[in-house]
Structures are given as structure tokens and as C-alpha cells.
């Protein structure tokens, strides 16, 4: 429950912003430029005199989108190749592993500054870019689950009986799978939304004025010295989704782990 409160509250910053908040993100005041907290401004105002609490649930909407949109293409594409992988033929997996071997060998900021040089900076650039370097660390997780579920007794039995690949696939190496896989991705959401906010720091992701954390500590940066709060503003939001999907993940996996429900009730 720990857990699920600050991912409710960012999802919903992310639906509803209206309901949070009644400034502009975007408006620009500058008369009250670089302004510290108050009642009037909450979290107080950058360098163009906007609102931070406003740029803060507003961010959320494309941040929190592009990280579960993209833990989702990831983990359904290394879902379909770990399986095929580490139970279909020896030549495919061992493609496979060269092709994530060579994609993790690249250095992610150059990649991702051609990425940016092909399609400009946009939201599909930053999909493309955490998708590329996401599926590699699905598939081989995957892939080591199917390896080990391979040599069990019910898929030797299942193949004995003249079951095909496709039915053990779909039958017991999915099902096994999915509960880990759904636990790595929560818990690897943190990790997304960190390199969505770095390369968004660096001005290779969303760009002005559309509000997003990255951008908020680009701006606290550059502006440290005049006004402290707007990077303490612009890292709240990530801390809170990391702590939120950590604890979210260690959550599913005490639900989902046999072995984790075993020890509780003996320990009852």
C-alpha cells in the first residue's frame, strides 16, 4: 500500500492536472521570477516566473507516459524473444544474444544524439532510444527463465507426449514467466523514468515549454545559485515515483513468489 500511493497520486497527476492545481505551467510572470515557496506558489517559481507545483503535475503526464509506454513495448518484445530464445533453436538464441550484446555495447549518448540528429527531439526519439537499450535487459531475463524451465520435469513430460514448442510455450513457460517479468519491470520503471529525465536534462528529449522533470533540473541548475528550490523541486517528483515503484515492486514480488508466501507462514 506503501507503494501503490505515490504511483496513484502520479498516475492521476497525469489524468487529471486540473484538479491539483489552477496555474498555468506554462504562463510566464516575470515579476515573480525565482520566487521561494509560498502560499501563493506552493514549491515557488523558475526563472520565467512559472509556477513549479503547476510544471510538477503537469511533467508527470508525458514523463510517467513515455515510462510505462516504453517498459511496455520492452518488456513484450524481450517477453517474445526470451521465450523463442532460450527454447527455440540454438542459431536463433544465439543471434539473438549477439544482436543485444552489440546493442548494449553501444554507448547510450552517442546513440541517443543520432537518434536526436534522425528525428529531432520528440517523444519518439525518447522512445526509441529507452526501448533499444530496455528489450536487451527483458530478453536476457527472460531468456534465463525459459533456459531454466526447459530442463523441468513438466515440460520434459509435455514433450514426451509429442507436445509441440508453441503449446509448451504458451502453456508452462508463459504463465511462469510472467509474474518475474511483471516484477522486473516495476521495479525497473525507476530506471526509466531516470534516463527519460537525463536525456531530457541534457536537451535531447521533450523540449520547452512543455513541462517535464528533466527540464525542471536543467533549469535548477543553471539557476542554483539564485534559487535552490527549483532543483529541490525539479528532483521531489523523481524521488517519489522511484520510492512508489520500489516499493510496488517489492510488493508483487512478496504476492507472486511461492517461495516468499511459504516463509510468511511458517514465520505465522
Known amino acids: 500500500m506503501i507503494g501503490s500511493i505515490p504511483i496513484i497520486v502520479i498516475v492521476l497527476w497525469a489524468l487529471l492536472p486540473g ?17 521561494g515557496p509560498s502560499l501563493a506558489h506552493l514549491l515557488g517559481t523558475d526563472q520565467l516566473g512559472r ?24 518488456a513484450s518484445a524481450g517477453l517474445f524473444l526470451g521465450l523463442f530464445g532460450g527454447y527455440g533453436p540454438r542459431l536463433l538464441d544465439s543471434a539473438l544474444l549477439l544482436i543485444c550484446d552489440a546493442i548494449v555495447s553501444l554507448p547510450m549518448i552517442i546513440f541517443a544524439l543520432a537518434v536526436v ?33 526447459r530442463g523441468t520435469e513438466y515440460v ?24 518475474p517479468l511483471l516484477i522486473m519491470m516495476a521495479m525497473n520503471i525507476p530506471s526509466v523514468i531516470a534516463l527519460e529525465s537525463g536525456l531530457s536534462f541534457l536537451g535531447q528529449g521533450i523540449q520547452p515549454p512543455t513541462p517535464d522533470w528533466g527540464s525542471m533540473l536543467n ?8 534559487g535552490t528550490h527549483v532543483i529541490i523541486a525539479g528532483s521531489l517528483p523523481i524521488i517519489f515515483a522511484t520510492i512508489g515503484f520500489t516499493f510496488f515492486g517489492e510488493a508483487l514480488r512478496d504476492a507472486l513468489d511461492p517461495r516468499s508466501s511459504g516463509r510468511k507462514a511458517r514465520d505465522t
Do not use: W
Not at 19 to 35: C, K, S, Y
Not at 51 to 74: F, K, N, Q, V
Not at 157 to 176: D, K, Q, V, W, Y
Open 19 to 35: 484538479l491539483f492545481t489552477g496555474h498555468d505551467p506554462v504562463a510566464i510572470n516575470p515579476g515573480e521570477r525565482l520566487q
Open 51 to 74: 509556477d513549479l507545483y503547476a510544471r510538477i503535475i503537469y511533467g508527470a503526464r508525458p514523463t510517467i507516459g513515455i515510462a510505462l509506454g516504453s517498459s511496455m513495448i520492452s
Open 117 to 149: 540528429a534522425l528525428v529531432g527531439p520528440s517523444i519518439f526519439g525518447l522512445v526509441l532510444i529507452i526501448v533499444t537499450f530496455s528489450i536487451p535487459v527483458y530478453f536476457r531475463f527472460v531468456r534465463t527463465q525459459a533456459m531454466v524451465l
Open 156 to 179: 520434459k513430460a509435455a514433450r514426451a507426449i509429442g507436445a509441440s514448442p508453441g503449446f509448451i510455450i504458451a502453456r508452462h513457460l508463459l504463465p511462469n514467466v510472467l509474474g
Open 219 to 226: 533549469d535548477g541548475y543553471s539557476y542554483i545559485r539564485q
